[in-house]
């Protein structure tokens, strides 16, 4: 059983661009969440997805930064307008249902230079 | 969800056990106690998880104290793979709002 899949592990952006991650929960699992880790930081929440829905998107950026987690297909973590600031690791978890056990996966790099 | 207090950082000898203490004095009735590491430049790793009673698995045994105020992580025979940041996280698990809040960690050293 495969974990929680991310791609790109590594991105590289310049100021301006956008930046798509993508995150491919463990089967069977239909609740998604993104953590940020600036570097040297903790992690902090950003959101909380289930299928087509956004449950929680206290810890997101007003500006620039959406997610989404369609029907079919990984759920999206979309930066737009990069700035140097949004250089991080961006993780993934999933879990099957409510209150179940949350698993990460290893993390997309993003760099923005 | 409650609040936990952890030692900034541990040492520990080689094949010695790794005893990670976590202070949890806010813990309400329905939060569990999840611990989690990070290993350099990797996702976040579950490790156990209890509610009051001890739990054990292949990786490790979580004491909870009676009273649920604290807890600790054991690694019976710590090796250098070990050496990460472990997170003591109390959670709601019932209803929305049960995503994973982390705190700053322990930094565990296993030294040779």
């Known amino acids: 059983n495969a974990g929680v899949m991310q791609n790109p592990r590594h991105l590289v952006r310049r100021r301006g661009q956008e930046a798509r991650l993508r995150c491919s929960p463990m089967k069977g699992h239909s609740h998604v969440y993104w953590y940020r880790q600036l570097p040297e930081e903790g992690l902090k929440f950003m959101v909380y997805?289930?299928?087509?829905?956004?449950?929680?998107e206290s810890g997101m950026p007003k500006e620039r930064f959406s997610a989404e987690f369609p029907k079919e297909g990984p759920s999206i973590l979309r930066i737009q307008q990069v700035v140097r600031g949004d250089s991080a690791a961006y993780f993934c978890a999933s879990s099957a249902i409510v209150g179940n056990t949350i698993y990460f996966g290893e993390g997309s790099w993003l760099t923005v230079v | 969800d409650a609040k936990t207090t952890q030692p900034t950082s541990m040492d520990c000898a080689e094949g010695r056990a790794a005893n990670l203490p976590c202070n949890h004095s806010?813990?309400?009735?329905?939060?569990?106690v999840y611990w989690y590491r990070q290993i350099h430049s990797q996702g976040p790793q579950y490790i156990i998880h209890g509610l009051k009673n001890n739990e054990t698995n292949e990786m490790a045994s979580l004491i909870i104290t009676e009273d649920r105020k604290s807890s600790t992580l054991i690694l019976p025979h710590a090796t250098l793979r070990d050496t990460a940041v472990y997170y003591c996280?109390?959670?709601?698990?019932?209803?929305?709002?049960?995503?994973?809040?982390f705190g700053g960690g322990t930094r565990l050293m296993v030294k040779p």
């Open positions: 806010t813990i309400s009735g329905n939060e569990y």
């Open positions: 997805l289930q299928k087509e829905n956004i449950i929680d």
């Open positions: 996280i109390v959670r709601l698990t019932l209803n929305a709002g049960n995503m994973l809040t």
